[in-house]
């Protein structure tokens, strides 16, 4: 009997074992995906889709799928890409979640996380929906998906064992540049929320706020981001019981070019009149800046705090 029962669960097991195998490579999807939703919901605001379909879970009463005709627009059809790149983002997250439990059981409550995460972002989305894309409901929206990749980068880097520092902590500096980034992009939603692209043209209005001063002061929180991190870099590089080996160098290059390269759209944006094209790199690189900022601070972590 207890043979029996074990044959009719080979094919499970070796399907588990088979997801198992892959999921480094999971970790590393997790990560384009997680992204990929950012610049999927950009492309739905920047193309006033977001009314596209008016339901949710629904795109209309009784279709879950836009239809095709004579007077049909482009709107829902990219409003359903966006639903339709949640899809991808469940699977991908579900696959990653039995990977981790089987692989790494120390880490199977952050294999979950992302999977949790998506669930709460389609559920808001549909909120949104109803609530005719509410830019103080728009704004969480992003920063959710924002932490989401961040998250994305620590489990990869975690289940890889990437190696930290053995050095100094600097540990309220380090917060002080966490802080700051944090701000940046609290003031970077509030600046998007303030501007002209609502997602549908006759959506709720936008958020009471003046969008040059905004703009001002998200500009402002960047500049202070950067002066602490290049403080930050000056002396982990010359904290000479740091080790050589470690990835903490990789991250803040890919971080600094990142942030620069934020700061050259941003800008570029901003006087030339928000064309859709640079608010949607923007858009793109707050999910590129989230990685590169999660990475950072998961490798600048000392390894030993003396």
Same mark, same amino acid.
């Not at 620590?154 to 966490?178: E, H």
């Not at 944090?182 to 002209?196: E, K, M, R, S």
């Given at each position: 009997?207890? %043979?029996?029962?074990?044959?009719?669960?080979?094919?499970?097991?070796?399907?588990?074992?088979?997801?198992?195998?892959?999921?480094?490579?999971?970790?590393?999807?997790? $990560?384009?995906?997680?992204?990929?939703?950012?610049?999927?919901?950009?492309?739905?605001?920047?193309?006033?889709?977001? @009314?596209?379909?008016?339901?949710? +879970?629904?795109?209309?009463?009784?279709?879950?799928?836009?239809?095709?005709?004579?007077?049909?627009?482009?709107?829902?059809?990219?409003?359903?890409?966006?639903?339709?790149?949640?899809?991808?983002?469940?699977?991908?997250?579900?696959?990653?979640?039995? =990977?981790?439990?089987?692989?790494? +059981?120390?880490?199977?409550?952050?294999?979950?996380?992302?999977?949790?995460?998506?669930?709460?972002?389609?559920?808001?989305?549909?909120?949104?929906?109803?609530?005719?894309?509410?830019?103080?409901?728009?704004? +969480?929206?992003?920063?959710?998906? =924002?932490?989401?990749?961040?998250?994305?980068? /620590?489990?990869?880097?975690?289940?890889? %064992?990437?190696?930290?520092?053995?050095?100094?902590?600097?540990?309220?500096?380090?917060?002080?540049?966490?802080?700051?980034?944090?701000?940046? @992009?609290?003031?970077?939603?509030?600046?998007?929320?303030?501007?002209?692209?609502?997602? %549908?043209?006759?959506?709720?209005?936008?958020?009471?706020?003046?969008?040059?001063?905004?703009?001002?002061?998200?500009?402002?929180?960047?500049?202070?981001?950067? $002066?602490?991190?290049?403080?930050?870099?000056?002396?982990?590089?010359? %904290?000479?019981? =740091?080790?050589?080996?470690?990835?903490?160098?990789?991250?803040?290059?890919?971080?600094?070019?990142?942030?620069?390269?934020?700061?050259? $759209?941003? /800008?570029?944006? /901003?006087?030339?009149?928000?064309?859709?094209?640079?608010?949607?790199?923007?858009?793109?690189?707050?999910?590129?800046?989230?990685?590169?900022?999660?990475?950072?601070? /998961?490798?600048?972590?000392?390894?030993?705090?003396?």
């Amino acid at each position: 009997m207890t %043979d029996a029962v074990e044959t009719r669960r080979t094919p499970l097991t070796r399907g588990l074992n088979w997801i198992a195998a892959r999921a480094r490579g999971l970790t590393i999807a997790n $990560i384009v995906v997680q992204g990929a939703i950012i610049a999927t919901g950009a492309a739905v605001r920047l193309t006033d889709s977001g @009314l596209g379909c008016s339901t949710w +879970p629904q795109c209309e009463p009784g279709e879950f799928t836009p239809e095709f005709h004579d007077a049909a627009s482009y709107h829902p059809f990219v409003e359903f890409g966006n639903r339709t790149m949640t899809g991808v983002l469940l699977i991908v997250t579900a696959l990653l979640a039995i =990977a981790i439990w089987r692989a790494r +059981p120390d880490m199977r409550w952050w294999g979950l996380v992302p999977g949790f995460g998506v669930i709460v972002q389609a559920v808001l989305g549909g909120i949104l929906v109803h609530a005719n894309l509410n830019p103080w409901l728009v704004a +969480p929206h992003l920063w959710i998906s =924002a932490a989401l990749v961040w998250i994305a980068v /620590y489990i990869a880097l975690r289940f890889r %064992d990437a190696p930290g520092r053995a050095g100094r902590a600097f540990t309220p500096l380090r917060i002080a540049n966490l802080a700051l980034f944090l701000v940046v @992009l609290f003031l970077g939603a509030l600046t998007t929320g303030a501007g002209p692209h609502s997602g %549908d043209p006759d959506a709720t209005e936008r958020l009471a706020l003046d969008p040059a001063l905004i703009a001002r002061a998200h500009a402002g929180a960047v500049w202070l981001f950067l $002066i602490t991190l290049a403080v930050l870099i000056w002396l982990i590089r010359r %904290d000479r019981r =740091a080790a050589g080996k470690d990835e903490v160098r990789k991250a803040w290059i890919v971080l600094i070019v990142a942030t620069l390269l934020q700061g050259v $759209i941003g /800008y570029a944006q /901003y006087f030339t009149g928000l064309p859709i094209v640079l608010v949607e790199l923007h858009l793109i690189g707050v999910a590129v800046l989230s990685a590169a900022m999660g990475a950072f601070w /998961y490798l600048a972590r000392p390894v030993t705090n003396p």
